[in-house]
């Protein structure tokens, strides 16, 4: 089945970067999109990046453009998602998700995603 496995969260300082990757397995995605949500506790989950694995065209929500980066590994089948200029607001839990067949034309909405991951925190201190 399909399995999704994010790593590379942690703490650090605001202004700093960390690459989060999303290990995807247990079907072939050329034709999906792959997207990043986040939740802070007690807010709801949000968008924050996504892209068309075939073609690559990518998505992002405004309070993260210009600072985070997604884009995705062929061969090993993961995508990432490279963030930068990290601020206090981005302090979440990010999960990692596969809209497959894309329902939507344009991917950002939580509800049109098939499969989670289990989730990667992130914590910037100020």
């Known amino acids: 089945q399909v399995q999704l496995v994010e790593s590379g969260g942690g703490l650090v300082q605001a202004g700093g970067s960390l690459r989060l990757s999303c290990l995807a397995s247990?079907?072939?995605?050329?034709?999906?999109?792959m997207g990043w949500f986040r939740q802070a506790p007690g807010k709801e989950r949000e968008f924050v990046a996504a892209?068309?694995?075939?073609?690559?065209?990518?998505y992002y929500a405004d309070s993260v453009k210009g600072r985070f980066v997604i884009s995705r590994d062929y061969i090993n089948n993961t995508v990432y998602l490279q963030m930068s200029s990290l601020k206090p607001e981005d302090t979440a839990v990010y999960y990692c998700?596969?809209?497959?067949?894309?329902?939507?034309?344009?991917?950002?909405?939580?509800?049109?995603?098939?499969?989670w991951g289990q989730g990667t925190q992130v914590t910037v201190s100020s």
């Open positions: 247990g079907a072939t995605f050329s034709s999906d999109d």
């Open positions: 892209i068309r694995w075939s073609i690559g065209t990518t």
């Open positions: 998700a596969a809209d497959k067949p894309p329902k939507s034309l344009l991917p950002t909405r939580a509800i049109s995603y098939d499969y």
